[in-house]
């Protein structure tokens, strides 16, 4: 009985694991391409979504940041109804103050700013994420 030559076990245990490796990388690389494949189109619709949220979202910031101020023209009126007092007392009664000082936005209008604001940093956080996962 014969037995093998120690380099021909050696070259058949190392064609055994080139052959391994090889498979490996082989199906290694076609799982990565569709995992990749695949979050990157997840990305790119977050990334449309957080684009059109945010400006959806700052349109309405936008929009209520008036609330946040006073009425000029309530001021406005108030001031010239003072004038009109002061330059001719017969004109306008005595009776008050027609100027009423300014209390500040309601709580519901300050509580409302913030939720959007924090929706605003929610978005962009998630296009931040995005745009980092695609350039990872």
Avoid at 24 to 30: G, L, S, V, W
Avoid at 35 to 50: G, N
Wanted: proline share 5%; hydrophobic share 40%.
């Amino acid at each position: 009985m014969q037995s093998p030559r120690p380099s021909q076990s050696q070259g058949d245990e190392k064609d055994a694991k080139s052959r391994f490796w090889a498979t490996y990388t082989r199906e290694a690389t076609d799982y990565d391409g569709e995992f990749l494949e695949k979050y990157q189109s997840d990305m790119d619709i977050v990334l449309i979504f957080a684009g059109l949220f945010s400006a959806v979202n700052t349109s309405f910031i936008v929009n209520m940041q008036a609330n946040l101020n006073p009425d000029p023209m309530g001021t406005t009126n108030a001031l010239l109804g003072m004038l009109l007092q002061t330059a001719n007392s017969s004109f306008v009664s005595q009776s008050g103050l027609p100027y009423a000082p300014w209390q500040g936005p309601s709580a519901t209008v300050i509580w409302v700013q913030s939720l959007i604001y924090a929706s605003l940093c929610a978005s962009l956080l998630a296009a931040l994420g995005a745009v980092l996962g695609k350039q990872w």
